[in-house]
C-alpha cells in the first residue's frame, strides 16, 4: 500500500455507498500517491551519456549525498500530473461561488493574445527602443484605469491587491513626511467591514491601527468614525463596496471628514468589479485606490502569481507615485526610471518592483477591457450585481441573510438558519464539496456570525444559477430535517475526507521523508 503520510483521512469509501476497491480506486478517479512514493532509484525518463571527467570548480561546496530525486519515466511524471489535474476545481469546471474572492472567467481570446511573441518572449531589460508597442500597451492600459476610475495618475508596478495597499499607503506617507508631518500622523482608521489585509498592511507600514465599528446595517459607523478624526490620523482604509457586500451609502461624507483633518482616503478596490463603469472613486472624494485585475478585469486569479494590481492616486498624492513612470515624448514612450528625469518636482518614494509590473497580466486585462468596451464592463458590473441577488432573493426563506438587501455583487448569509439542528456553516460548506461545487467564503465578514459569503459573477448563466441555488435550498432543508450524519461526515466523495484543520493549521506536514521500512533496506 502507499504510503499516507502526512495525509491521515482517507478516501471517500463504503459510507458513501460504494465497494472497496482493490487499490483505492473510485472508478476512473485514481487514488494517488506522492511522487517520491512512486519513484525508484536508477529510474530516469531519458538515457545520457555519462560526463566527461572534468575538474570540480565547486571546492568544498560540492554535493556530498544523493539529491533525493524521485526517478521516474516520462509516463509516469504525465500520469501522475494528470491525475492531480483533474482534482483540482476550477472555475472553468462550475460554478465557484467564493465571495469576497472573486473567481472570474478568464476568456481564451486574452490567453491568445498573451501568447503573442511580442508579449510572451519580452525581456524585462530589452532596449527600449525594441519594446516601443509593449509600453505603449501598458500606456493605453493606465489610459484606460484612469478614466475608469477618474483620478489623474496610476502607479503600473504593485504586484498584487495587497502589493497596491502598500504602494498607496507608501505614498501617503510620504506626502505626509513631505508636509513635514511624517513624526505625528501614525494612525490609520480601519473599519471592521474592510478586507483583512487593510489592517495588515497599516501596521506593515508603520502605523498605528484603530478600527471603526460597523453599523447594524452593515456599514461604517460615521458617528464613531468623526469621534476619532484628529490631527493624528494620517489615513483611513475602507472597502467599497465592502465585504458585507453593501454600498457604503456615506462614502463622500466620510471622504469630507477625513480631508477636513488632513488625512488621506485610501479606497480598497478589490470589489470594484461591481461598480466599474457605475461611478467613479475619483469622483467619491478617493485619494488612493488599488485594482485587482483578476477580479475586475479578468486576468488569471491565485496559484502565486503572477498577479498585477495597479493604484490609481489623486492629484494630491500623484507626485509621490513609485517608480518607473511611462511618458509619450515626440511620438514615443519613454520610462521614466529616476525621479529627477521628469523635471517637474516630483517626489516619488522610489520602487516597488526590479521592473515594470507583469506584461502578461497587462495584455490580458486590456485585451478584456476593449473587447467589452465601456458599455460592456458597465454591463458585466450590472450583471454580476444582479445575480448576487438573484440568489440573494431565492435563498432569502430557507437562509438567513443579516442585512436586507439589495446587495452588489456578493450575497451574504448568516448561521441562523442552522440554529439547534447541530450543523454548522463549516458542516455546510464541507456537504457542498459532495454536491460538486467549492464551498462560499465561510466566516467571513467576521462582524456576521457564522457568515457564508457567495460570489456567484456575471459570467453565469440563469440554468448554472438556479442549479446552484436548487442544491443550496435543498441542503438547507436537509439540515432542518435533522439529516446531521449528511454534515457531520461530509465530504463523503471528495478525493479525501475531512480533515482535522486545527492540526493542518498549527501543525503542517509539509516534506516528505521515506517510511521506516525503505530506510531499514538502505
Given at each position: 500500500m502507499m504510503n499516507r503520510q502526512g495525509r491521515p483521512s482517507t478516501p471517500g469509501d463504503a459510507a458513501a455507498g460504494g465497494v472497496d476497491t482493490v487499490l483505492g480506486h473510485r472508478g476512473l478517479d485514481h487514488e494517488e500517491g506522492l511522487i517520491f512514493e512512486q519513484g525508484q532509484a536508477g529510474r530516469t525518463g531519458v538515457d545520457l551519456p555519462l560526463p566527461p571527467a572534468v575538474r570540480s570548480r565547486l571546492g568544498g561546496l560540492a554535493r556530498k549525498g544523493e539529491i533525493g530525486l524521485p526517478g521516474l519515466s516520462e509516463p509516469q511524471v504525465v500520469r501522475h500530473f494528470v491525475r492531480l489535474s483533474r482534482r483540482n476545481y476550477a472555475i472553468d469546471m462550475g460554478l465557484y461561488p467564493l465571495g469576497s474572492c472573486t473567481m472570474k472567467h478568464n476568456p481564451r481570446l486574452n490567453e491568445k493574445l498573451a501568447r503573442l511573441p511580442g508579449f510572451g518572449d519580452l525581456h524585462p531589460m530589452a532596449p527600449l527602443s525594441t519594446t516601443q508597442g509593449a509600453v505603449e500597451l501598458i500606456g493605453t492600459l493606465a489610459h484606460w484605469l484612469k478614466t475608469l476610475t477618474g483620478m489623474p495618475a496610476v502607479a503600473m508596478s504593485p504586484k498584487a491587491g495587497a502589493h497596491g495597499e502598500l504602494c498607496g499607503l507608501m505614498a501617503i506617507r510620504a506626502a505626509h513626511e513631505a508636509a513635514g508631518e511624517g513624526a505625528t500622523r501614525k494612525r490609520v482608521l480601519v473599519p471592521e467591514s474592510a478586507h483583512g489585509t487593510n489592517p495588515a498592511t497599516a501596521a506593515y507600514c508603520g502605523f498605528n491601527v484603530d478600527a471603526i465599528p460597523a453599523t447594524e446595517d452593515g456599514r461604517v459607523d460615521l458617528g464613531a468614525l468623526k469621534a476619532k478624526l484628529g490631527p493624528d490620523v494620517a489615513a483611513i482604509m475602507l472597502t467599497n463596496p465592502n465585504t458585507c457586500g453593501l454600498f457604503e451609502r456615506d462614502i463622500r461624507e466620510i471622504a469630507e471628514a477625513i480631508h477636513s483633518v488632513g488625512a488621506y482616503f485610501y479606497c480598497d478596490g478589490a470589489n470594484f468589479n461591481a461598480i466599474v463603469g457605475r461611478v467613479r472613486p475619483g469622483d467619491l472624494g478617493v485619494d488612493a485606490m488599488h485594482i485587482n485585475l483578476h477580479k475586475t478585469f479578468s486576468t488569471p486569479h491565485g496559484g502565486g502569481g503572477p498577479g498585477s494590481g495597479p493604484v490609481v492616486l489623486s492629484a494630491a498624492l500623484a507626485p509621490f507615485a513609485p517608480l518607473p513612470w511611462i511618458v509619450e515624448r515626440d511620438g514615443g514612450f519613454e520610462l521614466v526610471e529616476e525621479p529627477n528625469e521628469r523635471g517637474d518636482g516630483a517626489q516619488s518614494f522610489g520602487r516597488m518592483t526590479a521592473f515594470h509590473g507583469q506584461m502578461g497580466m497587462y495584455v490580458r486585462a486590456l485585451a478584456y477591457m476593449m473587447s467589452h468596451g465601456a458599455d460592456g464592463l458597465a454591463q458585466a458590473a450590472a450583471d454580476a450585481v444582479l445575480a448576487a441577488?438573484?440568489?440573494?432573493?431565492?435563498?432569502?426563506?430557507?437562509?438567513?441573510?443579516?442585512?436586507?438587501?439589495?446587495?452588489m455583487h456578493e450575497a451574504l448569509f448568516d448561521d441562523r438558519f442552522l440554529k439547534d439542528t447541530g450543523v454548522t456553516t463549516l458542516d455546510f460548506a464541507k456537504a457542498m464539496i459532495d454536491e460538486g461545487y467549492h464551498p462560499?467564503?465561510?466566516?467571513f465578514?467576521?462582524?456576521?456570525?457564522?457568515?457564508?459569503?457567495?460570489?456567484?459573477?456575471?459570467?453565469?448563466?440563469?440554468?448554472?444559477?438556479?442549479?446552484f441555488i436548487a442544491v443550496m435550498r435543498r441542503l438547507a432543508q436537509a439540515a432542518k430535517a435533522g439529516e446531521v450524519d449528511r454534515f457531520a461526515g461530509a465530504p463523503f466523495y471528495a478525493p479525501r475526507r475531512r480533515l482535522d484543520e486545527t492540526a493542518a493549521a498549527r501543525k503542517p506536514v509539509l516534506r516528505w521523508t521515506p517510511p521506516a521500512v525503505a530506510k531499514a533496506a538502505e
Amino acid at each position: 500500500m502507499m504510503n499516507r503520510q502526512g495525509r491521515p483521512s482517507t478516501p471517500g469509501d463504503a459510507a458513501a455507498g460504494g465497494v472497496d476497491t482493490v487499490l483505492g480506486h473510485r472508478g476512473l478517479d485514481h487514488e494517488e500517491g506522492l511522487i517520491f512514493e512512486q519513484g525508484q532509484a536508477g529510474r530516469t525518463g531519458v538515457d545520457l551519456p555519462l560526463p566527461p571527467a572534468v575538474r570540480s570548480r565547486l571546492g568544498g561546496l560540492a554535493r556530498k549525498g544523493e539529491i533525493g530525486l524521485p526517478g521516474l519515466s516520462e509516463p509516469q511524471v504525465v500520469r501522475h500530473f494528470v491525475r492531480l489535474s483533474r482534482r483540482n476545481y476550477a472555475i472553468d469546471m462550475g460554478l465557484y461561488p467564493l465571495g469576497s474572492c472573486t473567481m472570474k472567467h478568464n476568456p481564451r481570446l486574452n490567453e491568445k493574445l498573451a501568447r503573442l511573441p511580442g508579449f510572451g518572449d519580452l525581456h524585462p531589460m530589452a532596449p527600449l527602443s525594441t519594446t516601443q508597442g509593449a509600453v505603449e500597451l501598458i500606456g493605453t492600459l493606465a489610459h484606460w484605469l484612469k478614466t475608469l476610475t477618474g483620478m489623474p495618475a496610476v502607479a503600473m508596478s504593485p504586484k498584487a491587491g495587497a502589493h497596491g495597499e502598500l504602494c498607496g499607503l507608501m505614498a501617503i506617507r510620504a506626502a505626509h513626511e513631505a508636509a513635514g508631518e511624517g513624526a505625528t500622523r501614525k494612525r490609520v482608521l480601519v473599519p471592521e467591514s474592510a478586507h483583512g489585509t487593510n489592517p495588515a498592511t497599516a501596521a506593515y507600514c508603520g502605523f498605528n491601527v484603530d478600527a471603526i465599528p460597523a453599523t447594524e446595517d452593515g456599514r461604517v459607523d460615521l458617528g464613531a468614525l468623526k469621534a476619532k478624526l484628529g490631527p493624528d490620523v494620517a489615513a483611513i482604509m475602507l472597502t467599497n463596496p465592502n465585504t458585507c457586500g453593501l454600498f457604503e451609502r456615506d462614502i463622500r461624507e466620510i471622504a469630507e471628514a477625513i480631508h477636513s483633518v488632513g488625512a488621506y482616503f485610501y479606497c480598497d478596490g478589490a470589489n470594484f468589479n461591481a461598480i466599474v463603469g457605475r461611478v467613479r472613486p475619483g469622483d467619491l472624494g478617493v485619494d488612493a485606490m488599488h485594482i485587482n485585475l483578476h477580479k475586475t478585469f479578468s486576468t488569471p486569479h491565485g496559484g502565486g502569481g503572477p498577479g498585477s494590481g495597479p493604484v490609481v492616486l489623486s492629484a494630491a498624492l500623484a507626485p509621490f507615485a513609485p517608480l518607473p513612470w511611462i511618458v509619450e515624448r515626440d511620438g514615443g514612450f519613454e520610462l521614466v526610471e529616476e525621479p529627477n528625469e521628469r523635471g517637474d518636482g516630483a517626489q516619488s518614494f522610489g520602487r516597488m518592483t526590479a521592473f515594470h509590473g507583469q506584461m502578461g497580466m497587462y495584455v490580458r486585462a486590456l485585451a478584456y477591457m476593449m473587447s467589452h468596451g465601456a458599455d460592456g464592463l458597465a454591463q458585466a458590473a450590472a450583471d454580476a450585481v444582479l445575480a448576487a441577488n438573484y440568489i440573494l432573493a431565492s435563498l432569502g426563506d430557507v437562509m438567513t441573510a443579516p442585512f436586507e438587501g439589495p446587495c452588489m455583487h456578493e450575497a451574504l448569509f448568516d448561521d441562523r438558519f442552522l440554529k439547534d439542528t447541530g450543523v454548522t456553516t463549516l458542516d455546510f460548506a464541507k456537504a457542498m464539496i459532495d454536491e460538486g461545487y467549492h464551498p462560499m467564503t465561510m466566516y467571513f465578514p467576521l462582524v456576521v456570525h457564522g457568515a457564508m459569503l457567495i460570489e456567484p459573477t456575471e459570467s453565469e448563466s440563469k440554468e448554472s444559477l438556479d442549479e446552484f441555488i436548487a442544491v443550496m435550498r435543498r441542503l438547507a432543508q436537509a439540515a432542518k430535517a435533522g439529516e446531521v450524519d449528511r454534515f457531520a461526515g461530509a465530504p463523503f466523495y471528495a478525493p479525501r475526507r475531512r480533515l482535522d484543520e486545527t492540526a493542518a493549521a498549527r501543525k503542517p506536514v509539509l516534506r516528505w521523508t521515506p517510511p521506516a521500512v525503505a530506510k531499514a533496506a538502505e
